[in-house]
Each structure stands twice: as C-alpha cells, then as structure tokens.
C-alpha cells in the first residue's frame, strides 16, 4: 500500500518520492527487533506548538480567515476544578482521576494543587485496536487539576485567596462545580448550602482578579502610548504596548460592566492581545452540580431543585454553558472496581433494575465535554505496530499536525493520506476504503479534523535551519 521506497511503521509512512533517494538520513533508535521495523522505530516526540488554519485562497476568491481560539496555543492543556471549599471536588477528582487525594470535611482540605491524567473515552479508539490488534495502543488523555477552593474576598487575598487564583491562571480551562447536597457532616463555608450563590461567589471573585490586572495594564500601556504620540520613536516593547493598548482598554471597559472576557465578540487581532495576558474570565467553563446518590439515581423522575436553579442562572448569564449533574459519592463508589468493568457494569445494572430507569456513570460525558471545551480533538494512526491517538487544537493544518508526531514530519511534509472513521468503520479496511474513492491525498492547507485515521508522507532533505 506504501509507494515504492516507502516504510510503514505504527501508521506512519517513512517515504520518499520515487524518483529521488533520500539525501539526509532520518533518525532512529534501535528498538526490539520485529517483522515490521527491523529493528528501528522512528523517534516519535510531543511537540506543544499548535497553528491555526490559513487555508490557501483560490485564484479569484477572497480567502476566509479562520476565527482564533482564546488560550494558550497548545496541544498539551489543563483544565481545573473550581469551587468553593467543601462542595466535593476533591472527591471528584479522586473518582474522575482514580487517584487518592485527601478529601476531608474542613474549609482548605486542599492547597496545593493536585494533579493527574484521566484516559479520554472514545468508540473510535477502541473499535480501531479491535480491528488492528497492535502490539502497542496509545489512548488520548485529558490532563485534569484539583484546585483549592476558593472564598468571597479572594481576589483581595482572603483564604489563601492570591494564591489559588495563580493556580486557576495555570490552567485553559475550568470545571466549575457547585453544592447541591445537603449534609449536616459536611460543613458549608457560608453555613447553608445555596449552589447559585456558591456560582456568583466564584465568577466576582474571578472578574475582581481580571478587572485588577487590567487596570494595572491599562495604566502602563497607556502612559507609554501617550509618550509615544503618533511618531515611530519607542523600543520593540514599547510600540507593541502602544499597539495592545486599544484591546486592553477595550477589554477593561468589558470587564468593569460584569462581563466575562470569553463572552466577548472579539477581533483575530485582540484574542492575539487577550491570550497574552491569561486573564481568568477568558477561559472556558463547563458547570457540575454535585448531587447525594440518592437524588442522582431517582433524577430521572424527581428533578432536583438545585439543578433548576443552576440552570436558570446559566441560561441568564451565560446562555449556551454545558451544565452536568453527578453524584461524587456514587462515582468514588463507583471507581472502586476501575480494575473490573464487569463488576462496574454489574453495579450499574443493579441500580438501574433498583429504580427502574438506566443508571450510567457520568464521568465519560464530563471528560469528553472538558476535553471539547479546550478546543482539543484527535487524529489516529493505526497499525499493527501501534494505535495511537495524537491531540491537536481545531483548525490545525495537516502539516503542523504531523509536526506533534515528530518536527521532521513537518519540516518535509509532502501530503497526508485521510480516512474518514465512519468510512473505514463501514467498509472495514483501508484496501476497501480506496476501492470506494474515499481515501484522500491533502495538502498544507487542509484542515484536520476530529476522528481522521491519517498516513503522513513526508521527506527531508535539507538540514533544519
């Protein structure tokens, strides 16, 4: 299937036009011998460079430019779970994670943060190595972290407040989970449980950080900008402040009328500004409702009345927002027989027949929905050697896609050889896959997408400058 020359490894093809030998050697590593490397393997590396698409304009048309993507330009992202103290999150960061960080029933239980990586579950992954039986299989992963919780008062420093606000700017994105059970062992920092106030607690005291930050900005953008006038005199650094102090001042005005900066229409040029500044409000949020077991398995019939509240709260300040319900002690219940999916479905099967409805876990939706609110999405290559799932942001160009396999990959890329998984799924291999005209040679300009089964070609022949 490979052109001639060309060499296959874990879904990755070593090639070189037909017509010329390579005239630099690519370089290996000698790994266990097999019948598919010989002995060597690519060196493979996670680059955290991220492009976004500027698809190449047709002659006679206007070229569209892709809207960018607040936060950082990175394949390797965060997100973090906020709240206030005492609502469950490390608790759910325990079942989410499988990990075993203290969760106690006292305000700031948690300071630093905590940290650890959950796999991302997805049918396309797991029908590609049922299909490919691989030596190796390389799943996607979301990279998940406990934070502190946080108190009225923090962005002037109450509660350790300054702190964990440095470590909500460490992260891209933010579970923001609220208190929806009632527990007279587990203590409530404002003495009663109230989600929705829980809710406003958390987003003033991130907007309180933001509007200081860009006050302060604001004010030293604006002396060097009124200093330099409309002359070209100035530093490098100091015609870019004169430059960024229109976005700043724009994004103060925003700020100061209660508005989160993710919520704003803005510009290529002012998320290019915004993003370097690693405001609070500008980083996407997905709100978790944690709720007792028992409101959790009868929620189908008896809607809880925090959820409501919830999301009427969304629905008139943030309309859009993903809201989740769970139950953070049915899901560490739950996570105790993470070493045996037959026992956990032997769990789930028991609840649901208990209350007459389907009981599913609700951890593989929340770390699906976490890993599209960074704006993240997946490609696989697939072979014997190895199924493996790459991470890219959307709107990344094929070239700079194979550049998170290896830099090599990008530096001579010549085209990358597209399935589509629900063609490869329907017509069972990559030979019928062709023999249906489904299987596509892209160029630099194409634009990769969410669930491509990928082959990329690529030939360097000059050393890297």
Known sequence: MAASGARTFLGVRLWAPCCQPYTTTPHFVSLRKTPTNNGQ???????????????????????VEQKALLGRPSNNLKIGILGVPNIGKSTFFNALTNSSVPAENFPFCTIDPSEARVEVPDTRFSWLVERYQPEKVT?????????????????????????????????????????????????????????????ETIHDELLLRDMDWLEKIHQEYKVVANRLGSGNGGTPAEKKKKEDFATIEKCLAWVEKGNDIRTGDWTNQEIEVINGQYLLTAKPMIYLVNISEHDYLHLSRNPHP??????????????????????????????????????????????????????????????????EALSLQQFFTAGPGEVRAWTTRKNTLAPQAAGVIHSDFERGFIMAEVMKMDDLKELGSEAAVKAAGKYHSKGKDYIVEDGDVIYFKFNVTNKKK
């Not at 955290?48 to 190449?56: D, F, I, V």
């Not at 027989?337 to 208990?354: G, I, R, W, Y």
Request: proline share 7%; hydrophobic share 40%.
């Open 139 to 199: 799943p996607a992963y979301l990279t998940v972290i406990d934070i502190a919780g946080l108190v009225r008062g923090a962005a002037q420093g109450e509660g350790l407040g300054n702190a964990f606000l440095s470590h909500v700017r460490s992260v891209d994105a933010l579970f923001h989970l609220c208190r929806g059970f009632d527990d007279p062992g587990v203590m409530h920092v404002d003495g009663s449980v109230d989600p929705v106030r829980d809710l």
């Open 306 to 371: 925090a959820i409501k509240r919830v999301q009427d709260w969304i629905d008139q300040h943030h309309p859009g927002d993903l809201l989740i319900p769970f139950s953070g002690s049915f899901e560490n219940q739950l996570a105790l027989f993470n070493e045996s999916p037959e026992d956990k479905q032997t769990v789930l099967d028991d609840a649901s027949q208990q209350v007459g409805s389907t009981i599913t876990s609700a951890l593989p939706e929340i770390i699906v929905k976490g890993r």
């Open 41 to 63: 393997r690519f060196l493979f590396s996670t680059s955290t460079r991220a492009h976004y698409a500027k698809p190449a304009p047709k002659k006679g048309v206007a070229p």
